[in-house]
């Protein structure tokens, strides 16, 4: 029953875009926004092309690495600063800065350092990651309840017993959704790198087709990615869900 | 400290135990502590009332070997106990400790299953002390589910597969409504005969404390020291219905007479420090 009402509201939600979407259409005209139809069926036509597969291969292998590390290093420092009290005061505000602060502005100095190939998007787009999944594992271990502590010591757990058992599971939600939060911003990151200083991948070919007036081309691309966003967004959604609903 | 006809083997021991807290930078230490001398008797329910922040939970994590003492020392069953919770204590906490991620059966069964007990006996234990606690229709259930009530149940649960031969209570019911913490004391009337267990209660509730013990030890305000220790005489047979005894007033009266004052004490430099 909530599934099919989720569909449905899903659905509704989806034809309001597509009707927001043929009114802008109508008022601004084909040539700054084309209409679903013609976006649908450019899309048809680029999709199967090597042109798009190449580039969005570049833009899935810039993404991965680029997640991998961001996961990562988030991970181990948000551990770190959340298990050790000092290193927690000293990096949180250094790391709430950053958070902060558009990453956009340090793209120079990261071109700099990386280069305009494959690395600097990486490096990019783990930029973006690295701290909500740092600043959200930092949080969920912080406020790991301390009275969990006085019972694994009750109940003579080891030390790995503690983490393991009772230490991972009490900070996985909190954990998890700092994940979602650090795979949206790692996308936009390596598109962001894509667009301002690139030759290949998805970020390039959106802003390429703007400067050659190809607006179906430009509309097809950000659909892909939104689509992608929002089928990875879900997923990892639902896995917070899950864990959520026992808390 | 303890009465003059004490008989009984000495199950427990505080000798000369103080506690006091290092003061953060530029500030005094907190002697929140003692010094404290305590014997239960093996089987015994013993209650320790007194005013916020006189050191009540921090003398029942010193007995359950979670905290050290300053000074002083603390034997169970013959043994000194120093850095580790001794094998046969068992500890239920005011807070929620309830692990929200395992099911009432995985919950219960959790503390059994780390010591690599076979599952077989894991399953007999675990059913036993739901059924015992009323939550067999629970099992599959998470904590989120249930009331504040049940979810202690669920802890006591826990402790409970265990076998301790020493229940440290800390304000179990803290958390409680007044209905549901008299039905809860009863709760734990009947566990303390089941098991045979020695009980040490944490309380600031008076009449819980005069309903439940054998005897109750009355604390003072900060560094908290017994001041008094009151012998009820309740039958080992007993339940909430005492409250309407004679009795029971006497003692709750005589209870408060020693901590009046001593709370009036203890507000005035109530939250300075930990409790």
């Known amino acids: 029953m909530i599934a099919t009402q989720r569909v449905t509201d899903s659905l509704i939600i989806v034809a309001i ?18 209409g679903p139809a013609a976006t649908l069926a450019y899309l048809a036509h680029l999709v199967p092309s090597a042109r798009f597969a190449e580039n969005a291969l570049a833009t899935l292998a810039a993404f991965t690495y680029a ?110 959704a700092g994940l979602r939060i650090g795979f949206t911003v790692t996308l936009l990151g390596v598109l962001l790198a894509e667009m301002f200083a690139s030759k290949r991948g998805l970020g390039f070919l959106i802003i390429n087709a703007m400067s050659l007036a190809q607006s179906e081309e430009m509309l097809t691309v950000a659909i892909m990615l939104f689509v992608f966003a929002v089928l990875a967004n879900s997923l990892l959604l639902w896995m917070e869900h899950r864990l959520h609903r026992r808390n | 400290m303890t009465g003059p006809d004490s008989g009984g083997e000495v199950h427990a021991r505080l000798l000369g135990v103080t506690r006091i807290f290092p003061g953060a930078t530029g500030q005094q230490p907190v002697h929140a502590l003692g010094p404290v001398d305590l014997e239960l008797r093996r089987g015994e329910f013993f209650a320790v009332v007194g005013p916020s922040g006189c050191g009540k939970s921090t003398l029942l994590e010193i007995l359950a070997g ?95 597969v265990l076998q301790p031969r020493l229940i440290l209570l800390d304000e179990p019911f803290g958390a409680l409504d007044a209905q549901t913490r008299l039905l809860m004391g009863d709760e734990v009337l009947r566990l303390w005969r089941r098991t045979s267990a020695t009980v040490l209660l944490i309380t600031h509730a008076l009449d819980e404390a005069a309903m439940l013990s054998d005897r109750i030890g009355a604390m003072s305000a900060r560094p908290g020291r017994f ?33 009046r004052g001593e709370s009036i004490k203890s507000l005035g430099h109530s939250g300075a420090g930990p409790a």
């Open chain 2, 227 to 259: 001041m008094d220790i009151v012998e009820t005489r309740w039958p080992r047979e007993r339940d909430s219905t005492i409250v309407s005894e004679t009795s029971f007033g006497e003692i709750t009266g005589r209870l408060w007479e020693n901590l």
């Open chain 2, 66 to 160: 979670l905290q050290s003492p300053t000074s002083g020392t603390v034997t169970f069953e013959g043994q000194p106990v120093t850095a580790d919770v001794p094998d046969g204590i068992g500890v239920v906490f005011q807070e929620d400790a309830s692990f929200p991620w395992l099911t009432v059966w995985d919950n219960a069964a959790f503390g059994l299953r780390r010591a690599g007990a076979p599952e077989a006996e894991v399953s007999r234990s675990v059913n036993d002390a739901l059924a015992f606690m009323g939550l067999q229709d629970f099992a599959r259930a998470y904590p989120s589910q249930l009331s504040g009530g049940m979810r202690q149940r669920v802890c006591i649960a826990r402790t409970l």
């Open chain 1, 17 to 34: 875009l597509l009707a927001v979407w043929q009114g802008l259409n109508l008022m601004v005209g084909d040539t700054a926004l084309p």
């Open chain 1, 67 to 176: 997640l991998v590390i961001a996961y990562g290093l988030g991970l181990a420092i948000g551990v770190w600063l959340g298990a050790h009290h000092l290193s927690g005061a000293v990096g949180e505000p250094l790391l709430v800065a950053l958070y902060s602060i558009p990453k956009i502005t340090l793209y120079p100095v990261i071109l700099l350092i990386f280069g305009l190939g494959i690395s600097g998007k990486v490096a990019f787009g783990a930029l973006h990651g690295i701290l909500p999944v740092a600043l959200l594992t930092m949080s969920a271990i912080r406020n790991i309840p301390p009275v969990y502590l006085k019972v694994a010591r009750t109940l003579h757990l080891s030390k790995w017993q503690t983490i393991f058992a009772v230490f991972f599971p009490a900070t996985l939600p909190e954990v998890v």
